[in-house]
């Protein structure tokens, strides 16, 4: 960005005083904001490979032939899913439940992933039936108790 306000600063300082009106001076401007257009840093990162969970054009790149981090790469593509929707169970719980809250319900996660907002009072029978059973959210495929969300409730299969 620096370089290219020195550009435009030496070639107006270059061309000398001109009425702002002139045909060539227009076009010298046209010109520089082409020039200023197209050499985007911003353009560079958008067109840049990338490697994101182990998967991206720009993993190859990133390893540098080093085996260690290519494995290391593997597994992250392989645990990807989990991790995402782990995220995604960790989002829920931490945005939802005060908001069903106010209404009377609650969340429940059912035995494929998914959630159901049931009334309390619902709730209530299921937990003395015995249908419905407490978790304790865990982060990383299982290995780390996540202790920035509550016990989630979760139906027995």
Do not use: W
């Not at 600063?9 to 010109?31: C, D, E, F, M, W």
């Not at 996660?109 to 049931?118: H, N």
């Not at 304790?136 to 027995?156: A, C, H, S």
């Amino acid at each position: 960005m620096r370089s290219t306000l020195i550009l435009i600063s030496l070639i107006g300082s270059a061309s000398g005083y001109q009425p702002t009106t002139s045909r060539r001076h227009l076009l010298q401007q046209a010109l520089v904001g082409a020039f200023v257009a197209s050499s985007s840093p911003a353009e560079a990162v958008i067109s840049s490979k990338y490697c994101s969970a182990g998967v991206g054009e720009g993993c190859g790149d990133l390893s540098e032939g080093n085996e260690l981090i290519r494995s290391l790469q593997e597994k992250s593509a392989i645990n990807r899913e989990r991790y995402q929707q782990e995220a995604l169970d960790a989002y829920y719980m931490k945005n939802y439940p005060d908001f069903f809250g106010v209404v009377g319900k609650t969340l429940v996660k059912k035995p494929d992933g998914t959630f159901v907002a049931l009334a309390d009072s619902e709730v209530e029978k299921l937990k003395q039936e015995g249908k419905v059973t407490f978790e304790i959210p865990r982060t990383k495929g299982g290995k780390f108790v996540d202790v920035t969300q509550k016990p989630i409730l979760v139906f027995k299969e």
